[in-house]
Every structure is written in C-alpha cells, then in structure tokens.
C-alpha cells in the first residue's frame, strides 16, 4: 500500500457525521442540511436537453484533450470573462476539461511535484482538503498560512520567510474562498505572480466560486486576469480552475477547467492521458451550451442575494456574521467552538452547519476555524428563512 494513504485526514463530513451520532435531533421539526457546498438550484432545462440528445455518443470513447468546439467555448467565456487580451488563451494551447475541479486539483499536483527536492505545497488555512491530500499523495508537505479577520481572511504572503518560497512549488489560492468569502484583487495576485517567479513556484488559482457575486457591474478578478493586467500573456507559472457546478447548479455534471501557462498543460495533458481524465462526449455537448450562455447565471446569482438579504437580516443582531465578498458560504464567529455549537445546533433545532474546524489545521496553536462555522445557504429560500430564524431562536435561548 501506499504508505502517504496514513498521512491523510479524515474528510469533515466524516467527522461531521460522528459529531451528530452523539446526539438527537428533534423530530418534531424537519431537517435542514446547510453544511455541504452542494447547490440546489434548478440545473439549466436546456443543458438537459442538449445531454440527453447526445447520449448516443455514449458509445464513443472521448478523447483526453477534449472537444475542440468546449475548449474553444471555454476559451471564448474566460477571455470575455476576465477580460483577457483577444487570442491569447488559445483552444489548441492553454485550455484542458476537466472533470469537476475536485479531481483536476488533486490531479495536478501530481503532475508538477518534484518530490526529489523536500517539496512543500502552501495553500490558504481554512481550505479545500483536496490541497491538503493532493500534496500528501504528491510527496509534499503541506503548509499552512492563516486566514482571519485580522488579514480580512487573505493570507499574509508578504509575511511568508523566503525560506518558505524557496522551498514551495505550488501555491494554491481561493478566490473567492472556500469557507470564507474573500476575495483577492488583481494587485494581490500581480504580487503573488511577482513572488512565484523570484522564487521559481506555481500557483494554482482555485475559482469555482468566482460567478457567485452580489454586483453584477464588479465580478470578481481572475489569476488570469491578473496576468492580463500586468501584460502577462503567457500566463507563465498560472493555471486556473473553473466549473459548472457552483455557477450553472450542476454538480453531478462533473465538468469544469483548467487554463493557463501551455507549458504546464502540456505535462498536464500528459499526465491525465495515463491517469484516464477524458471527459464523456455527452458531458462535453453539455458543457458548451452551459458556457456559451449567461443568462442562467445571473438569474442564478439573483437567487442567492435574496437569500442573502433575507438570512442575514434575520441574524442581525443574534449571530456574529456579515455578507462574504462572494460565494453561496456564511462564515460567522461562534461564541463556543465550532463544533460544540453545530452539535448543539442540531440536537436543539435539527439543522447541520459544518463547524470550522474541520476545514482548518491547527498551526503553533492557532486554529483560524476554531470559533466559527460554515453555513451553505444552498437550500430552498424558504429553508434558509426556516434555518435563520432557528438559528437565532438558538441563539436567544443559549447565549
């Protein structure tokens, strides 16, 4: 077996689920699930129809680089999207579907670790575990750098020793992030690109969440676009990673992106025609009828301010919490630790929130989850409305 297997942790919702075996919920009132980022949305009618109109070719096997007409459809969204200098994210050379960014970023760090050299991978505290454990099975260590309040839940990367650079070979960043909401600017991220070539490492920007924002005049910027902005048309050191499932409610659909720097695409590419990444025909069809339409995503995007406006005027007042920059996640403050007020939660109003906790990693003493909690506002408007008011009816009779 392979012996990096014991390194990884267990997955928060295992955890999660420990956590709720240790006591009852009530039955009198129906469960309200906002502890996984899963959307519940409608998925787009006629992305179904274009899928089910193009099983047949179910019965072909796809290629690993993928459709040209998706990549071009891909390209063709991200240069308007983040305003990239026409032709030069190119189909042919800067483009490779995925399926769902989940496997793509495990998957890549496999590709551009060099275990040779004490390899380290760091990446934001709370985070994906995906980095965590992609790193692990890569060979590397993991380092964590923390996200609170006190740095407006971006990590502090000018603070970072150059030591640490020295040794990394892969940055992950999350913008906006998972759990928090933060978002990163293009300056931020032009001194990121600054950083990766002084010290020779690569950064992969996770951006599942980046078509979830409240102002449709100011979405938020890109790693690509960042490398635009600074005249950075080879996207050199780069990649992003995009995806249907926050965007256009279709996680089962497993189809997203990766974008950037040809060079490592082209070992990308290399490495997944052996690891057996290529995505179903049908799924491909799919995907480029969901890029090539907006439409869907603003009315996506209305329907989760107006769970927003509606949960946190709710909470004002009750609950430590105030509107992320982006995203569909809450990341209030808890006045006892995470975990034993999600358990609470659900033993007194039968409601699942994932404490904070589990997304983070304890460094010199520091948790940077300990005292919150990750709320998903992914259900119904009506149960979003029906979880806050208990919520804050919890709150009243506890705190």
Known sequence: MNNDLQQLHPYPFEKLAALKAAVNPPTDIPHIALSIGEPKHQPPAFVLQTLAESLGQIAQYPTTKGLTELRQAIADWATRRFKLNEGTLTAEHHVLPVNGTREALFAFAQTVIDRRHAPLVVSPNPFYQIYEGAALLAGAEPYFLPCTRDNNFIPDFEAVDPAIWQRCQLLFICSPGNPTGAVMSSEQMQRLIALADEHDFIIASDECYSELYF?????????????????????????????????????????????????????????????????????????????????????????????????????????????????????????????????????????????????????????????????????????????????????????
């Open 215 to 399: 102002d449709e005049a100011n979405p938020p910027a890109g790693l690509l676009q960042a490398c635009a902005d600074m005249g950075r048309d080879d996207f050199s050191r780069c990649v992003v990673f995009h995806s249907l499932s926050k965007r256009s409610n279709l996680p089962g659909l497993r189809s997203g992106f990766i974008a950037g720097d040809a060079k490592l695409l082209e070992k990308f590419l290399l490495y997944r025609t052996y690891h057996g990444g290529a995505m179903p025909a049908p799924t491909q069809l799919a995907s480029i009828a969901a890029w090539r339409d907006e439409a869907h995503v603003e009315q996506n995007r209305a329907a989760y301010r107006e769970k927003f406006s509606a949960v946190l005027d709710i909470l004002d007042g009750a609950l430590d919490v105030s509107a992320p920059d982006a995203g569909f996640y809450l990341w209030p403050r808890t006045p006892v630790n995470g975990e034993a007020f999600a358990q609470q939660l659900y033993a007194q109003q039968n409601i699942t929130l994932l404490p904070g906790s589990y997304l983070s990693r304890t460094i010199d003493g520091l948790n940077p989850g300990e005292n919150h909690v990750r709320i998903a506002l992914v259900a119904p408007l009506s149960e979003c409305i029906e979880a806050a008011k208990r919520i804050k009816t919890f709150m009243q009779n506890n705190f």
